[in-house]
C-alpha cells in the first residue's frame, strides 16, 4: 500500500528536550516536505526536500533542522523545542506538479 | 507574493443541497489544482485533481477551474453530513528561483451539511 508514515503520532517533552518525528515514504517520490497546522494559520510549510541531500527552508524553519539521507526517509529534528512549537505536524510526499501525500499526523506538545 | 485565498465560512448547506466552495489564486501560470478534505485533528485526503479549463466530475464531485478568471471551485452534489470538513484548496506555482514547483494552500473552507 502507498503510504507516508510518520512517528510517534502523539507526543509530549519539555522545553529542550531534543526530540526527532521520522518521516517515511514507499513511493519512491522525490519531493518531501514538512507543514505545521495550527488554528487559523493553516499549513504552512516548514521544510521541503527536492531530492536525497537537497534541503531548503519553507516558510517557518525557525527551530528546526531536516536531513534526506534516504529518497524515502525525511525526518524533522527540534534541538531544543519551545511551547510555541506546539502544533499539528504533517510530512508530505511527491512528485512535481503531482498531488501531495499526507502522513497521519504527529500532534506535539511541549510544556 | 504568491497567494491561494478561500472564504474561511463557515459555510452551512442542508443535506442534499448542493455546496459550493471557492478558491482563487494569484499566478497566471498556475498549472495544476487541487481539493483536499480535512476531518479535524486528521490528515487532508486528495478529492479531485484538475489541470485544464471547464469541468471535472467525480461522483458527487465537480471541480471547475478558469483560468483566465484565477479560480477554482468545487461542487459537491446530494452533499451528506459525513461530508462536513474543512476544504483545502491548493495550487501549484512555479517557485521564484524557477527551479521547483511549489504547492500554495488556502487557509480552508470548513462545510457543514445539517441533517
Known amino acids: 500500500e502507498a503510504q507516508v508514515t510518520q512517528n510517534p503520532r502523539y507526543l509530549i517533552t519539555v522545553t529542550g528536550k531534543k526530540l526527532t518525528v521520522t518521516c517515511s515514504q514507499n513511493?519512491?517520490?522525490?519531493?518531501m516536505s514538512w507543514y505545521r497546522q495550527d488554528p487559523g494559520l493553516g499549513l504552512r510549510q516548514i521544510y521541503y526536500s527536492m531530492n536525497v541531500e537537497v534541503t531548503d527552508k519553507g516558510d517557518v524553519p525557525e527551530g528546526y533542522k531536516v536531513s534526506r539521507k534516504e529518497k524515502r526517509n525525511f525526518p524533522l529534528i527540534l534541538e531544543s523545542p519551545s511551547p510555541n512549537q506546539t502544533s499539528l505536524y504533517f510530512c508530505?510526499?511527491?512528485?512535481?506538479?503531482?498531488?501531495?501525500?499526507f502522513g497521519q499526523g504527529t500532534r506535539l506538545t511541549v510544556v | 507574493q504568491k497567494e491561494v485565498e478561500q472564504n474561511s465560512g463557515p459555510l452551512s448547506v442542508p443535506e442534499g443541497a448542493i455546496a459550493s466552495l471557492n478558491c482563487t489564486y494569484s499566478?497566471?501560470?498556475?498549472?495544476?489544482f487541487f481539493w483536499y478534505r480535512q476531518y479535524s485533528g486528521k490528515s487532508p485526503e486528495l478529492i479531485m485533481f484538475?489541470?485544464s479549463n471547464g469541468d471535472k466530475e467525480d461522483g458527487r464531485f465537480t471541480a471547475q477551474l478558469n483560468k483566465a478568471s484565477q479560480y477554482v471551485s468545487l461542487l459537491i452534489r446530494d452533499s451528506q453530513p459525513s461530508d462536513s470538513a474543512t476544504y483545502l484548496c491548493?495550487?501549484?506555482?512555479?517557485?521564484?528561483?524557477?527551479?521547483?514547483?511549489?504547492?500554495?494552500w488556502g487557509l480552508g473552507t470548513s462545510l457543514g451539511v445539517n441533517p
Open positions: 513511493m519512491n517520490h522525490e519531493y
Open positions: 499566478d497566471r501560470g498556475s498549472q495544476s
Open positions: 491548493a495550487v501549484n506555482f512555479l517557485s521564484d528561483a524557477g527551479n521547483n514547483r511549489k504547492l500554495i
Open positions: 508530505a510526499s511527491r512528485r512535481m506538479n503531482t498531488e501531495a501525500f
Open positions: 484538475i489541470y
